[in-house]
């Protein structure tokens, strides 16, 4: 189709969208699924993935990406991989990669699950609906999710980021020791090691830790970025003596007391950080500086395996990461947009903006009003993804004219560079997606002495004062109160996208705050109704609405067409930075070997073939 009969059919179909948004919500999906991007082979487009004939690691800093792939290559399996990657994030990419935060992990392995063996699975009966185990049978192999939230320690009370006017203290909220929340990383990785990794925990660590003694030549963007953090930074001494002045690119940077932690972790597992001298270092830091984790909540600290959320897209069957993640408002969208026309009206044209932008809105709200930690929380996940339910939430968005938060709210109630995500895919079409966050660029910039890592500031991603905006703009509700040993919410969204048949396919997900469950969507839609092919759907513009602030947030590289267009229907549009940083892998048919795509905002180099 030329481009001008592709501008005919979109204007054709906002004409049909504003006249009748029922007609087009229940347009066959068949329709939908003649993607105006196809017209070009994949590898014909301006994009290109990285090509390997066995396994693959997406990841943000390419050395962490590189101890990945030798994992791959020693004999690990992706988790192997994933873990050994993470490690090196915690090294290579302090403002996000740690140790003292936390995420989720989404895996699929093929075959038989090794965790009920190795005692990963007391009590419970094998998976499938119905079943009490957290692991989920799919396309002749085992998915199942790590959850690493951080929790609130026990002495956490709902007001405690109130001042006395009742107003939230925001630096005390992300600046203080009072914003950390007790680490999950280190549980979760090692909880995902031991139940369904291959190779021994120190192997797996062995680059991490060189990494962290041999030192390594600080890129560019570590450089810059702690250039920009340098203020918040400063005010901490043992952030200031590790990272200040900032070391230019190319310098050396070594970091023997993470060496160190590193070591304890890798000789004995989880408790070489939750018990022992780290964990006394931390609570010392904390109760010298008014924080509140003792070793009590250290000693509780569980990361948990649970079963992943499965939904379908367009006949795939796609897996997300239950609340506390993103993964429910991520499925809840892409079921608000499954039939409506999107591949037609075509990729970045006003028509297929709004719908996006209204579906994000309304699931937005959910996720304000209603979602929770699901251990503390009652959260009604089977309704809110109903077929029924989500055609009520498709009715109510209008064709021709944006819908206001407010009438939003009346008609039923976040970070940046900050997280990072990586994505494995192995030779077996084993993948993982893992996503881990200090919250804000170097948490809150409060490095433990003498142990060689930063804490996060987690604790801002509760709502302090139900109704009020969190750093990213986010406005939660009773749901998300703080309250002791909560999880609080997340925007962070692996997800695992399967052939139809069910064979493993993609895996993606990303940083970005509130913006990480758009970006994945946008990956997600890009690949499978727009027909980019992995490096294209990673790399083209991105939009992202939230309900509050009212308002779409464009990348660079939208039309003044579409921006026209998409004013006149009411929305107030902003141009935005960057957005996410969507590491992803692709599985390729037959023994073919996998797909790579660093998201290019952010990576500095591509994914490394195993
Ligand atoms: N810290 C941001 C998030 O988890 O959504």
């Known amino acids: 189709?030329?481009?001008?009969?592709?501008?005919?059919?979109?204007?054709?179909?906002?004409?049909?969208?504003?006249?009748?948004?029922?007609?087009?919500?229940?347009?066959?999906?068949?329709?939908?699924?003649?993607?105006?991007?196809?017209?070009?082979?994949?590898?014909?487009?301006?994009?290109?993935?990285?090509?390997?004939?066995?396994?693959?690691?997406?990841?943000?800093?390419?050395?962490?990406?590189?101890?990945?792939?030798?994992?791959?290559?020693?004999?690990?399996?992706?988790?192997?991989?994933?873990?050994?990657?993470?490690?090196?994030?915690?090294?290579?990419?302090?403002?996000?990669?740690?140790?003292?935060?936390?995420?989720?992990?989404?895996?699929?392995?093929?075959?038989?699950?090794?965790?009920?063996?190795?005692?990963?699975?007391?009590?419970?009966?094998?998976?499938?609906?119905?079943?009490?185990?957290?692991?989920?049978?799919?396309?002749?192999?085992?998915?199942?999710?790590?959850?690493?939230?951080?929790?609130?320690?026990?002495?956490?009370?709902?007001?405690?980021?109130?001042?006395?006017?009742?107003?939230?203290?925001?630096?005390?909220?992300?600046?203080?020791?009072?914003s950390t929340g007790v680490p999950g990383s280190v549980a979760g990785l090692t909880l995902a090691q031991?139940?369904?990794?291959?190779?021994?925990?120190?192997?797996?660590?062995?680059?991490?830790?060189?990494?962290a003694e041999a030192g390594f030549p600080v890129s560019r963007e570590l450089s810059d970025s702690l250039t920009a953090a340098a203020p918040l930074l400063a005010a901490d001494p043992a952030s200031r003596q590790l990272f200040l002045p900032p070391p230019p690119p190319g310098r050396l940077l070594r970091q023997p007391a993470l060496a160190a932690t590193l070591r304890r972790i890798a000789a004995r597992g989880e408790r070489g950080f939750y018990e022992g001298p780290v964990a006394d270092a931390l609570v010392a830091r904390m109760a010298r500086g008014g924080g509140l984790i003792r070793p009590r909540d250290l000693r509780a600290y569980r990361a948990r395996l649970v079963a992943p959320l499965q939904g379908r897209f367009r006949g795939h069957p796609v897996l997300g990461m239950p609340p506390p993640g993103g993964g429910l408002t991520l499925l809840q969208i892409l079921g608000i947009l499954e039939p409506f026309a999107l591949a037609a009206t075509g990729l970045n044209a006003a028509a297929t903006l709004h719908p996006m932008a209204e579906a994000m809105n309304l699931a937005y709200r959910d996720r304000n009003a209603l979602l929770g930690d699901p251990d503390q929380v009652a959260i009604p996940v089977d309704r809110l993804l109903s077929p029924a339910y989500l055609g009520s939430l498709r009715r109510r968005i209008d064709g021709r004219r944006h819908t206001s938060p407010q009438q939003v709210e009346a008609a039923a109630a976040a970070e940046g560079?900050?997280?990072?995500?990586?994505?494995?895919?192995?030779?077996?079409?084993?993948?993982?997606?893992?996503?881990?966050?200090?919250?804000?660029?170097?948490?809150?910039?409060?490095?433990?002495?003498?142990?060689?890592?930063?804490?996060?500031?987690?604790?801002?991603?509760?709502?302090?004062?139900?109704?009020?905006?969190?750093?990213?703009?986010?406005?939660?509700?009773?749901?998300?109160?703080?309250?002791p040993g909560r999880r609080p919410l997340s925007s962070m969204a692996p997800t695992l996208v399967f052939r139809p048949d069910g064979r493993p396919w993609i895996a993606t997900g990303s940083p970005g705050g509130s913006r990480i469950i758009t970006t994945v969507l946008q990956v997600l839609l890009n690949r499978l109704v727009h027909g980019l092919n992995l490096a294209g759907a990673v790399a083209a513009p991105r939009m992202h609405s939230q309900l509050w602030p009212d308002r779409i947030d464009l990348e660079e590289g939208f039309s003044p067409d579409s921006r026209r267009l998409l004013e006149a229907m009411g929305h107030t549009l902003r141009t935005a930075p960057a957005m996410g940083a969507a590491n992803s892998v692709e599985v390729l048919e037959a023994g073919g070997g996998s797909l790579g795509a660093s998201d290019p905002r952010r990576a500095e180099a591509p994914a490394v073939p195993e």
């Open 194 to 211: 031991r139940c369904y990794g291959r190779l021994p925990l120190a192997r797996v660590m062995a680059p991490a830790l060189r990494l």
């Open 417 to 483: 560079t900050n997280t990072t995500h990586l994505s494995v895919a192995d030779r077996q079409g084993g993948l993982v997606a893992l996503t881990t966050t200090l919250n804000f660029a170097y948490g809150n910039g409060i490095t433990v002495p003498g142990m060689g890592f930063l804490l996060n500031n987690e604790m801002d991603d509760f709502s302090a004062r139900p109704g009020s905006a969190n750093a990213f703009g986010l406005r939660q509700g009773q749901a998300n109160a703080i309250a």
């Open 1 to 178: 189709m030329s481009a001008r009969r592709r501008q005919a059919a979109a204007l054709t179909l906002l004409l049909l969208v504003g006249a009748s948004p029922a007609a087009v919500a229940q347009a066959p999906a068949q329709a939908a699924s003649t993607p105006a991007g196809n017209e070009l082979q994949e590898g014909e487009q301006r994009f290109r993935p990285v090509w390997s004939a066995r396994g693959i690691v997406a990841a943000q800093e390419p050395l962490a990406a590189a101890a990945g792939a030798g994992i791959l290559r020693a004999g690990g399996n992706a988790v192997d991989a994933a873990v050994a990657t993470a490690f090196a994030l915690a090294v290579t990419l302090p403002q996000a990669g740690n140790l003292g935060g936390g995420g989720f992990l989404l895996l699929w392995l093929p075959g038989p699950s090794p965790a009920a063996a190795r005692g990963c699975l007391p009590g419970t009966r094998p998976g499938g609906p119905g079943g009490d185990s957290p692991e989920r049978r799919l396309g002749g192999g085992t998915a199942v999710a790590v959850n690493f939230r951080e929790t609130a320690p026990q002495a956490a009370t709902p007001t405690m980021f109130l001042r006395a006017d009742g107003t939230v203290d925001r630096a005390r909220a992300t600046r203080s020791l009072l």
